[in-house]
């Protein structure tokens, strides 16, 4: 019965390095989202997933955010050439199906200095 | 695209007493409103939420109206404890993705 399951849980990057964010979403969940939350904010919609396929990616802020979910189970998100404003907390939901509850992980906290 | 405000930023309360949380939200087409609870270096725990063929639901202490007409929509928590307090997000959605509001810091005192 684990929930979602995000690592690493921090992250500090020098300015200019590539990372990479994971998400082990619950079993058998269809959909996944990816958000981005900066301090004292509310999240703000980054990308979803339905299965392997990305459906919308309308909230990705710039091209070097990428996100993948191959099998349609565990998702990456890469941030290429980070900058200072990348800095946030970057949370991963899933759900069941596409309009059911949204589970959230606990968040990867990622500093870019 | 859709825009959520929220209000207020922070509430104070007394425990005990009931806290009341506010959104509105500007596309006619949302239909599911959650309400989420963010404690401090967690992820945001679902703890109510309501879609828009119904005008109230209620859960133990928690509770949460509608009002589709006015496009606004609000958390209500009664006999609050310090265990209540907590950041607390109202979100709306049309279909996949949930825009979320500012955020009420809320602080139950005892």
């Known amino acids: 019965g684990a929930g979602v399951s995000q690592s690493p849980r921090y992250k500090v990057a020098k300015r200019g390095q590539d990372v990479a964010l994971r998400c082990d979403p619950i079993s058998g969940h269809v959909s996944l989202f990816w958000y981005q939350q900066a301090l004292g904010q509310g999240p703000e919609f980054l990308t979803y997933f339905q299965n392997e396929a990305q459906l919308d990616k309308s909230g990705l802020p710039s091209d070097r955010f990428f996100a993948e979910r191959p099998e349609g189970s565990v998702s990456t998100l890469k941030i290429q050439r980070t900058q200072q404003e990348d800095s946030a907390v970057y949370l991963c939901?899933?759900?069941?199906?596409?309009?059911?509850?949204?589970?959230f992980g606990q968040g990867t906290r990622l500093t870019v200095v | 695209g859709e825009n959520v405000e929220q209000h207020p930023s922070t509430l104070s309360v007394q425990e005990g007493d009931s806290a009341v949380i506010k959104c509105t939200y500007s596309?006619?087409?949302?239909?599911?409103f959650p309400w989420y609870k963010q404690e401090l270096g967690k992820g945001p725990q679902l703890i109510i939420d309501i879609r828009s063929n119904v005008g109230e639901k209620k859960d133990q202490r928690i509770a949460v109206t509608l009002n589709k007409t006015a496009k606004h929509f609000s958390l209500h928590i009664t006999e609050t404890q310090p265990e209540d307090s907590a950041v607390y997000f109202c979100a709306s959605s049309s279909g996949n993705m949930l825009t979320f509001g500012g955020g009420t810091r809320l602080m139950v005192k005892p």
């Open positions: 939901a899933s759900s069941l199906m596409w309009d059911t509850e949204a589970f």
């Open positions: 596309d006619s087409a949302s239909n599911y």
